[in-house]
């Protein structure tokens, strides 16, 4: 295994931590919750981060303010985030929203400026179980159909990690659409055509597991592996 200068990670949701500003914000019983964080995704991402050019993971919890939505999407702040004045919203956009955003496009470009293309992996983890329903796919590979990269991509990917890991249930742009709002969906605008997104989101059924979750993540390393030296 060694670092490919075309990959950049990120792990949006790895966090269920507040700054000591906003310390009160959240019920401490919520920040516990996979509403707060991703649970296992912050394993995942340092599994995979030695294949990786350039990484970033969010400090703090989603429920203060979303770094995985646009600034004009409705849920970029929480219920618990929503009610504060404008300047305090200005305030969160500004610590910690625009310098994470930044910081991965800066890195987007730059790779894509010395290397002639990007990968981008957005790593995440999603309930097993939500409003009842139990969701059957155990890993889910999101990216835009429209865009060829992307495509191929996410075919190779999956077929060599069904190689590797065959009792694995793999999905395409399952359990979300790789084309609503995310990371993904900003960088393919602000980086054009020879950026390549794909948003990883892992069952969360695994973290009770950790032997599991962390053979998971090495099959799922020497597989991306095996992408970015295509
Ligand atoms: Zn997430």
Redesign the pocket.
């Known amino acids: 295994m060694s670092r490919s200068p075309y990959l950049l990670l990120t792990c949006?949701?790895a966090s269920n931590a507040l700054p000591p500003v906003f310390s009160d914000i959240v019920p401490p019983s919520i920040l516990k919750t996979h509403r707060a964080f991703?649970r296992g995704?912050q394993t995942l991402f340092s599994i995979l981060r030695p294949l990786s050019a350039a990484a970033f993971q969010a400090r703090y919890t989603?429920l203060l303010i979303d770094l995985?939505r646009s600034p004009d999407n409705e849920e970029l702040f929480s219920r618990y985030t929503r009610h504060l004045s404008s300047h305090q919203k200005e305030a969160l956009i500004a610590g910690y929203y625009r310098p994470f955003r930044e910081q991965v496009r800066e890195a987007a470009e730059k790779i894509e400026q010395e290397h002639g293309r990007v990968l981008h992996v957005s790593v995440?983890?999603?309930t097993p179980i939500l409003r009842g329903k139990k969701r059957d796919v155990d890993v889910g590979f999101l990216y835009d159909p429209a865009r060829p990269n992307e495509t191929e991509l996410a075919k190779h990917w999956i077929k060599d990690l069904t190689r590797m890991e065959p009792g694995l249930v793999l999905r395409r742009n399952h359990p979300y659409r790789g084309v609503d709002d995310g990371h993904t969906t900003e960088l393919r605008k602000q980086v054009g055509a020879r950026y390549a997104g794909v948003e990883l989101?892992l069952n969360q059924r695994f973290v009770r597991n950790p032997k599991r979750l962390h053979a998971i993540g090495l099959a799922l390393r020497q597989s991306l592996s095996a992408q970015v030296g295509r």
């Open positions: 949006e949701h991703d995704a989603r995985n995440h983890s999603f989101e």
